[in-house]
């Protein structure tokens, strides 16, 4: 969402652009748009100032200031679309690992992306099945976030269930913040959902705020399920962050704001294929920006 301050050009939120530290397909999702709003509109406005200003100005001396002021508009808006655009393009396929336009398309289909900015809070998105728990859209500052609010609810999840789609291999990603929580449960924090077959069929990444720890869990049946994997991780409150989950067989490799944490995790299981979703544990979480790509 963009706000615009004073009639001026520029977007509020345009320098998030350059400190935004989250996953590169996101930032192009989020952020782009900012900056071709931005180079539209200034293009506009030389347009409109060339073509019904210099109407009205009859003196040739103010008229040929006009001109140049114009020229020098557009000289702008040329020299910042060529000195930011193609750092942005060059370092989006650095991070993808690709050398062409077509190669990143191949490499990084899109199957999923829901960042809520569409709802109207605390509408619920479209297409999710809420297994349990009390979730809802609302704000976030500038932005619309999916929360679930109750942190006394022992398991609540949400499962993406719009596409209808049973995902293999795939990389998934969302932006998670801790806002509040029972400090006297340990295992405390919020659920990744991946390969869900049902209630008591799926992987998940359990995110424990107050202990610290990331746990790759198999769920089969009743109880947490297998516990595949576990590293330590350094979480607080208030603050975002990006969650990376790449599962291509039954290995699956997680990154926590680009760091990797848990690396070629052997799952051991029969899931093969599933929906994605999230989830808390005794906490209220917001989510943001989830989006699933062919890995």
């Known amino acids: 969402m963009n706000s615009y301050q004073n009639n001026l050009i520029i977007p509020a939120n345009f320098f998030q652009i350059i400190k935004y530290s989250g996953s590169s397909d996101?930032?192009?999702k989020k952020y782009s748009k900012s900056l071709f709003v931005f180079l539209a509109k200034l293009s506009l406005s030389a347009h409109k100032k060339y073509f019904i200003d210099?109407?009205?100005?009859n003196n040739k001396d103010k008229?040929?200031?006009?001109?140049?002021?114009?020229?020098?508009?557009?000289?702008?808006?040329?020299?910042?679309?060529?000195?930011?655009?193609?750092?942005?393009?060059?370092?989006?396929?650095?991070?993808k690992?690709?050398?062409?336009?077509?190669?990143?398309?191949?490499?990084?289909?899109?199957?999923?992306?829901?960042?809520?900015?569409?709802?109207?809070?605390?509408?619920?998105?479209?297409?999710?099945?809420?297994?349990?728990?009390?979730?809802?859209?609302?704000?976030?500052?500038?932005?619309?976030?999916?929360?679930?609010?109750?942190?006394?609810?022992?398991?609540?999840?949400?499962i993406a269930t719009a596409y209808n789609e049973t995902w293999y291999n795939f990389t998934y990603q969302v932006r998670l913040k801790f806002i509040t929580g029972n400090d006297k449960k340990p295992d405390a924090g919020a659920l990744l959902i991946f390969r869900y077959v049902n209630g008591n069929t799926y992987y998940y990444l359990r995110i424990e705020q107050y202990s610290d720890?990331?746990?790759?869990?198999?769920?089969?049946g009743e109880g947490e399920g297998l516990l595949r994997g576990s590293a330590n991780i350094a979480l607080v409150e208030g603050v975002w962050y990006s969650f990376k989950i790449r599962i291509d067989g039954q290995i699956v490799n997680v990154w926590v704001d680009d760091i990797p944490y848990l690396t070629n995790i052997d799952m051991r299981g029969s899931i093969t294929s599933g929906q994605v979703g999230v989830g808390t544990r005794y906490y209220k979480c917001y989510f943001d920006d989830i989006m699933v790509t062919e890995s």
Do not use: H
Not at 73 to 87: H, R, T
Not at 135 to 144: A, H, L, M, R, V
């Open 26 to 28: 996101l930032f192009f």
């Open 54 to 57: 210099l109407t009205r100005i």
């Open 63 to 95: 008229k040929r200031e006009s001109e140049e002021s114009v020229f020098i508009l557009l000289k702008a808006c040329l020299v910042f679309a060529l000195l930011i655009l193609p750092p942005m393009v060059s370092a989006y396929f650095f991070e």
């Open 97 to 158: 690992g690709s050398q062409s336009v077509s190669q990143l398309i191949i490499n990084g289909n899109i199957l999923m992306m829901e960042d809520f900015e569409e709802l109207t809070p605390p509408q619920n998105p479209p297409g999710w099945s809420q297994i349990d728990g009390n979730w809802t859209t609302c704000y976030d500052g500038e932005n619309i976030v999916y929360q679930q609010d109750d942190e006394s609810d022992k398991k609540a999840l949400t």
């Open 213 to 220: 720890m990331l746990r790759l869990y198999e769920k089969g």
